[in-house]
């Protein structure tokens, strides 16, 4: 099967998937009681019933619930996700302008999580049994231990408030500059520490099995440097476990990101979902949904292209 066809397959099977996503979240939304609506005309009681159901018209909410949804999906399906009713802003353009902020809020954490949990790996598996391979063990128990809000705070204690190292508030700055990057250092250790300790077991329990294979000691043999081997010719052949365990840590970034922007006060699309859910905001809270189970659908695709890359014996049958 070639590439092409490995990736139409693949995306064709995540229609039902996402299909079923939605209708459940809808579901899910419709079983609480209270809607935008009704907080509105809570804090306005001098809305009459005619004008709250002119509302309820205007944006839809007067059907039955599968009418609803059926007119959410056929607005989907031509682009249009919504409106976000309590600031009237169409669901897109509300999303996009935080997108940015969750993204580098993600990317810092996958940084620190690798570049913990690949040296540490590294370092366990060769020192096996040793007692950096037992301190290893002790921080990836603690680092899946610990709740993120935990984690934050207690940084936010230390480095924030007592040390004074760091903002307890994001300056107002563009995403990119100097003063912001170092503000995300402790909301990026925060969300990447969970991922690095489970990456840094995978990492430890690959290289160690491969350091007993047959290739290794021929390599070892022939008079290569032990650090050839394990850069060049072990760590290749480990990252294939990692690669899988790093899909579906995608969706731990973006769950711990719900977490981590509440504490962090942090603009992104987490604390959105959170005011979405509060608010009772169905289409940012489907648009949210589906965005994030794309992200995850696209992760574990990319995981299945970098097999092949990684192990050329791999085929896409």
């Not at 231990?145 to 563009?174: E, H, Q, R, T, Y």
């Not at 290289?207 to 390599?219: C, D, G, I, P, S």
């Not at 365990?245 to 992104?268: D, K």
């Not at 959170?274 to 659908?297: H, K, P, Q, S």
């Amino acid at each position: 099967m070639s590439l092409r066809r490995f990736i139409a397959v693949r995306v064709a099977a995540t229609v039902p998937i996402l299909f079923g996503v939605s209708v459940l979240t809808f579901a899910l939304v419709h079983l609480t009681p209270g809607d935008p609506i009704d907080q509105m005309v809570a804090l306005n009681p001098q809305i009459s019933a005619a004008e709250e159901a002119a509302i309820r018209a205007r944006y839809g909410l007067d059907g039955p619930v599968w009418q609803q949804y059926l007119t959410w999906m056929g607005n989907v399906l031509q682009g249009d996700l919504g409106t976000v009713i309590s600031v009237d802003q169409p669901v897109l353009p509300y999303i996009m302008a935080r997108l940015p902020e969750t993204i580098a809020l993600g990317l810092f954490g996958w940084a620190i999580a690798l570049l913990i949990a690949i040296p540490t790996g590294i370092y366990a598996a060769v020192n096996k049994d040793t007692l950096g391979d037992d301190i290893s063990r002790v921080f990836a128990l603690s680092g899946i231990s610990l709740p993120n809000f935990w984690l934050g705070l207690m940084l936010i204690l230390v480095f924030a408030l007592w040390l004074d190292l760091w903002p307890v508030l994001a300056p107002d700055k563009p995403l990119l500059s100097a003063e912001m990057l170092w503000y995300l250092v402790l909301p990026g250790v925060t969300i990447g520490t969970a991922s690095s300790a489970t990456l840094m077991r995978v990492m430890r329990s690959s290289m160690a099995e491969e350091l007993n294979k047959e290739y290794v000691t021929a390599a070892r043999a022939k008079g290569l440097p032990e650090r050839t081997v394990v850069l060049k010719h072990v760590l290749r052949n480990s990252l294939i476990s990692v690669t899988t365990i790093a899909a579906f840590l995608t969706a731990s970034i973006f769950g711990g990101a719900v977490v981590v922007e509440q504490v962090f006060a942090w603009p992104g699309l987490g604390r959105a979902f959170v005011g979405a859910i509060v608010g009772r905001e169905v289409d940012l809270i489907m648009a949210i949904t589906l965005f994030t189970g794309v992200t995850i659908i696209l992760a574990n695709l990319l995981a299945d292209i970098m097999y092949a890359v990684l192990d050329p014996r791999i085929r896409y049958d």
